[in-house]
T-cell receptor, first 114, second 112 residues
C-alpha cells in the first residue's frame, strides 16, 4: 500500500541534544512538507521541498534543519537551538507543488523534552 | 498576515442531524480549499477539496465555496458518532508555490 511513514511515533529529547524525525513516502510524490502542530493551533509549516536536493524554509524554520537526498525521504532534525520543541510533528506530501494539489499526511511523531 | 479563521467549538450535533462548519479567509485571491478531518491524537485526513464557487458533494459531505464573501463551509449530513473529530480548513496562497494556510480547526461532537 502506498503511504507516508513517519518514525518514531514518540520521541524524547534531552537538553542540548539534536534529534532526527524520519519521513518516507512511496507515493512517488515530488513535494514533501514538515508541519508542527501545538494544542489548539493550526498546522504551521517548518520546511518544504518541491524536488530532490532542494528545500525551502517555511514560517517557523528556526531551530530545524532538513535534507532531501532522495525523492522518497525528507528527514527533519530538531536541533538544540529549538528551545520549545514539544509538539506533534507531521510530514506530508503532494504529487507536486502547486496550489491545487492536496497534501496527504503521515501518522505523525510526538516529541517531548525529558 | 494571511489568516484562516474557524470557530473552535465544540460544535455539539445530535446524531442524524446536519453539522455546519464555516471557514473564512483573508486572502482574496486564494484559489484552492481543502477540508481535513483530524481525530484526537491522529494526523489530518483529507475529506474534500473545492476549487470553484458553488457546492461539491461527496457522500454525506458537502463543501460550499463563496469566493466573493471569502468563506468556505462544510456540511455533514446524517451526522454519526464517528464524525466526532476536529475539522481543519486549509486555503492555498496564490502568491507562492501553493503554500497551505491552515485554520485552527472546529471540534465537532456528535451526541447519540
Amino acid at each position: 500500500d502506498g503511504g507516508i511513514t513517519q518514525s518514531p511515533k514518540y520521541l524524547f529529547r534531552k537538553e542540548g541534544q539534536n534529534v532526527t524525525l524520519s519521513c518516507e513516502q512511496n507515493l512517488n510524490h515530488d513535494a514533501m512538507y514538515w508541519y508542527r502542530q501545538d494544542p489548539g493551533q493550526g498546522l504551521r509549516l517548518i520546511y518544504y521541498s518541491q524536488i530532490v536536493n532542494d528545500f525551502q524554509k517555511g514560517d517557523i524554520a528556526e531551530g530545524y534543519s532538513v535534507s532531501r537526498e532522495k525523492k522518497e525521504s525528507f528527514p527533519l532534525t530538531v536541533t538544540s537551538a529549538q528551545k520549545n520543541p514539544t509538539a506533534f510533528y507531521l510530514c506530508a506530501s503532494s504529487r507536486r507543488g502547486g496550489s491545487n494539489q492536496p497534501q496527504h499526511f503521515g501518522d505523525g511523531t510526538r516529541l517531548s523534552i525529558l | 498576515q494571511k489568516e484562516v479563521e474557524q470557530n473552535s467549538g465544540p460544535l455539539s450535533v445530535p446524531e442524524g442531524a446536519i453539522a455546519s462548519l464555516n471557514c473564512t479567509y483573508s486572502d482574496r485571491v486564494s484559489q484552492s480549499f481543502f477540508w481535513y478531518r483530524q481525530y484526537s491524537g491522529k494526523s489530518p485526513e483529507l475529506i474534500m477539496s473545492i476549487y470553484s464557487n458553488g457546492d461539491k458533494e461527496d457522500g454525506r459531505f458537502t463543501a460550499q465555496l463563496n469566493k466573493a464573501s471569502q468563506y468556505v463551509s462544510l456540511l455533514i449530513r446524517d451526522s454519526q458518532p464517528s464524525d466526532s473529530a476536529t475539522y481543519l480548513c486549509a486555503v492555498t496562497e496564490t502568491d507562492s508555490w501553493g503554500k497551505f494556510q491552515f485554520g485552527a480547526g472546529t471540534q465537532v461532537v456528535v451526541t447519540p
